[in-house]
């Protein structure tokens, strides 16, 4: 009976182990990708303040959209890139005493379990201006989505900025009248969109909590303001 019972006790233990195994490479593989979305938002961010706008389309997938405020979608990298170039004076690069710092912060990233894809959401909080000219400052929250491609790169599927407000430096967010702190931009006037913005937006200082695409991380459950 105890040779019988050796293989038993034997195949049991490599059955946990390989269980084991799995679940470590589950975990890692979604460490990794948490950490490729990480990097890769804070890549958009350099790139974006320090006007170089190629680099920062290139991070988009193929098919990748950028959608800001009431702007509406921009779809793949070169319309992003020219967006982008449009939306900050229409240059290579900041026009002299530019001032177009894109802090991002308080990410909420969730990765799916086979590491090809994921959902982040993070805290916007931008720095406006011109020397000698105007400042403002920006309000709003990201809800994004990345995809890993083929090639085993990060790449942003969606990014979708929920502006808040954009508020005069020197009178602040307090003294905007409804609706003041949120208007299209020229650019996008001047080079359409592919699409419509996707969002309905009511903007400060109306309270807009944009839906969460990430559920709780300890319930489970979807989020509802």
Request: charged residues 25%.
């Amino acid at each position: 009976m105890a040779a019988l019972a050796l293989p038993a006790s034997a195949q049991a233990q490599s059955a946990a182990q390989a269980r084991e195994i799995a679940d470590l490479d589950a975990r890692v593989t979604v460490l990794e990708g948490t950490r490729e979305v990480r990097n890769l938002q804070r890549a958009v961010g350099y790139f974006i303040d320090r006007g170089l706008w190629r680099q920062a389309a290139q991070l988009f997938a193929d098919d990748g959209t950028i959608e800001i405020g009431l702007d509406g979608v921009y779809r793949g990298p070169e319309r992003i890139a020219q967006y982008l170039r449009l939306l900050h004076g229409g240059q290579e690069g900041l026009i002299y005493g530019q001032l177009n710092e894109w802090v991002t912060l308080q990410p909420m990233i969730a990765v799916a379990p086979d590491g090809m894809s994921a959902k982040a959401r993070w805290r916007d909080l931008g720095m406006l201006g011109q020397y000698k000219s105007h400042a403002e400052w920006r309000d709003g929250i990201y809800e994004n989505t990345y995809v890993k491609g083929a090639d085993g790169k990060w790449r942003i599927a969606s990014l979708t900025l929920h502006v808040n407000f954009v508020a005069p430096y020197k009178e602040g967010w307090a003294r905007l009248e409804e609706g003041e702190g949120l208007v299209r931009s020229q650019a996008s006037v001047d080079f359409p969109p592919d699409a419509p913005s996707s969002v309905d937006y009511t903007a400060f200082p109306a309270v807009d909590v944009p839906a969460f695409a990430i559920p709780h991380p300890v319930t489970g459950r979807e989020v509802r303001p």
